[in-house]
């Protein structure tokens, strides 16, 4: 395993950045995915259209159909609620590929240019969502390009979504990267909570949905990809280092404060 020293201190070295989708590689929320469930409620004669306002506090709960669920429950669908989710996010799911099919999802401004530097310096790519792999699988590909994300794991094939950490270890896993020579790019508290929680340094990039969050434990935030503070191959290594550092200081601290004692005491 390779890493950089800091003084005496170890630093693993970035070999691989896993991205996160929705909000991530392409601000999808707010005109993709949202109009495309009100389009669903419509097809299924469901009275329900969520105006841009009401879905940024949805989108605190993962997973399309159980957004669905929550939101049918709340306005007394009862027991109906359950079923009547898994038909229109099917819907759903059929139409928001069409979107993306049809070229109308567009990478956020400056992703392209990082995940080509990325590229340039041999860092591997993956990919990291609990979406529905039926759109995330041609989203990926027409933002990213064929084969650019080594990994791609989607909601289809874990268990537990975000905030788990679940479909980040599976990712790790199929890279047979360790956590500290991974890190994350999310948008969400949530996304956040489930990188970390894999142990891995998070860069978040926030959308208007996601700007007032809570980010205590990233490795940096930033309002996009591009602008003053860019992100590109070598400050995604940097904040990882830093973040490394900053991990390992305390314990550095104390082993200095150790050998100090003995040498005090010799």
């Known amino acids: 395993m390779k890493r950089h020293r800091f003084g005496e201190l170890e630093c693993p070295e970035l070999r691989a950045v896993i991205f996160d989708v929705d909000g991530t590689l392409a601000d999808t929320e ?5 109009p495309a469930f009100n389009d669903a409620f419509l097809a299924h004669g ?9 879905y940024g506090p949805l989108l605190g709960i993962t997973g399309g159909r159980r957004r669905i669920a929550a939101d049918l429950r709340a306005r007394g669908f009862g027991d109906r609620a359950e079923d009547l989710a898994a ?4 819907t759903k799911t059929e139409l928001f590929r069409a979107r993306i099919m049809a070229g109308d ?17 041999e860092i591997r790519i993956a990919v990291a969502t609990t979406g529905r792999s ?7 590909e027409s933002i990213l390009g064929h084969g650019v994300a080594e990994t791609v794991v989607t909601g289809d094939e874990v268990s537990r979504l975000k905030p788990d950490p679940e479909v980040y270890n599976r990712v790790l896993d199929e890279l047979d990267v360790c956590a500290e020579n991974a890190l994350a790019i999310e948008d969400s508290e949530v996304g956040l909570r489930a990188a970390t929680a894999a142990g891995l340094a998070t860069i978040v990039v926030t959308t208007d949905y996601t700007a007032d969050q809570d980010f ?17 191959s070598a400050s995604c290594s940097r904040i990882h280092r830093q973040w490394w550092i900053r991990r ?3 314990t550095y601290a104390d082993h200095i404060a ?6 005090a005491a010799d």
Do not use: K
């Open 105 to 121: 999802v567009s990478p956020r401004p400056g992703l392209v240019n990082l995940v080509r530097g990325l590229e340039a310096d």
């Open 248 to 250: 390992r200081l305390p």
């Open 258 to 263: 150790a050998e100090i004692d003995t040498c």
């Open 216 to 232: 205590g434990g990233a490795a940096a935030v930033r309002a996009a990809f591009d602008g003053v503070e860019s992100l590109d």
């Open 134 to 140: 039926a759109w995330v699988d041609p989203l990926v």
């Open 30 to 34: 707010r005109e993709g995915h949202r």
């Open 46 to 54: 469901v009275d329900v259209t969520w105006s841009p306002q009401e």
């Open 87 to 90: 038909e229109i996010h099917q």
